[in-house]
Nanobody
């Protein structure tokens, strides 16, 4: 079992930056893939990016490529989402997620097995 806890959300002005953290507890194995999603009010949940826990390989959705950076610190059992050049359209609840298995080239694709409770990000104009 894996437990995920997000933190770092808050209110930020457009153009600003914010770093979200996802603390991971439980049995972490090298085959874990972790990801960030977000869900804006009235919209479907959106995949943002993913990272392989083992080697740090990353994948980004086009909507955040170049502005967001996903990373992980194995020693701290923590995943991060650095968000730069934030826009009001980035306002949403942000969730971290994890899954484990053997994957090919589509390793980043949902579904994910474990989810955090979410942290709210509000970007003001």
């Amino acid at each position: 079992q894996v437990r995920l806890v997000e933190s770092g959300g808050g209110l930020v002005q457009a153009g600003g930056s914010l770093r979200l953290s996802c603390g991971v507890s439980g049995r972490i194995v090298s085959t874990h893939v972790m990801a960030w999603f977000r869900q804006a009010p009235g919209k479907e949940r959106e995949f943002l990016d993913a990272i392989k826990w083992s080697d740090g390989a990353t994948y980004y959705a086009n909507s955040v490529k170049g502005r967001f950076t996903i990373s992980r610190d194995i020693a701290k059992s923590t995943m991060y989402l650095q968000m730069n050049s934030l826009k009001p359209s980035d306002t949403a609840d942000y969730y971290c997620a994890a899954k484990s298995g053997v994957y090919g080239s589509d390793w980043h694709i949902p579904p994910y097995d474990y989810w955090g409770q979410g942290t709210q990000v509000i970007v003001s104009s």
